[in-house]
């Protein structure tokens, strides 16, 4: 699925087959976070929609204000030394996932 192509129906399971994360940003406090899709305590086929309805700030608490975007894991401005292990980790793990 090409990055373009994502859509508020986007579930986690494409995200996380066409290698994006989330990021979530929290408007009320300025903050924002990183999400891997299947990190997630939600179904696989939850859309990105319906997961913005869930998702709270864990900073403030606010729910309105928060926005979800996919952020393609390769430009990760908050790339980080182990940032590139646990996408190394998550790589393999969905390697071996497709080979099941
Ligand atoms: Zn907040």
New binding site residues.
Partial sequence: MPAGRITPATTLQELETAELDLRAW?Y??M?AETIEPLSVRAAPSTTIERLRSRLK?K??G?KA?VLIVPAKRAFDPNFTGARAVAMMFHAFRSMGKRRR
């Fill in positions: 929290c009320a406090c903050r700030c900073q403030c606010s204000d």
